[in-house]
């Protein structure tokens, strides 16, 4: 029963936390644009690099590596 004295307000104080913070979200504009995001991943404008090919060798050691026939 002597941990109700200390769960209760620690509880108490959490909730009044949460409550808060989530208040202040909404204020700050946290909540105005929920889908944006999202979608402006799926538009990226990043322009597609065409991967580098590795560079041929004269050593037939090297090419074996590459996957390429001496």
């Known amino acids: 029963m002597e941990s109700m ?4 307000p620690i509880s ?5 936390l949460i409550i808060y913070f989530f208040w202040w979200s909404g204020k700050t504009g946290q909540f105005d644009d929920l889908e944006g995001p999202a979608h402006r991943i799926l538009m990226d404008d ?10 041929k060798s004269g050593t037939p050691a090297e090419s074996s590596r590459n996957g390429e026939q001496p």
């Open 46 to 55: 990043d322009s597609y690099r065409e991967p580098q090919h590795p560079q």
């Open 5 to 8: 004295y200390i769960l209760v």
């Open 12 to 16: 108490l104080i959490l909730g009044a």
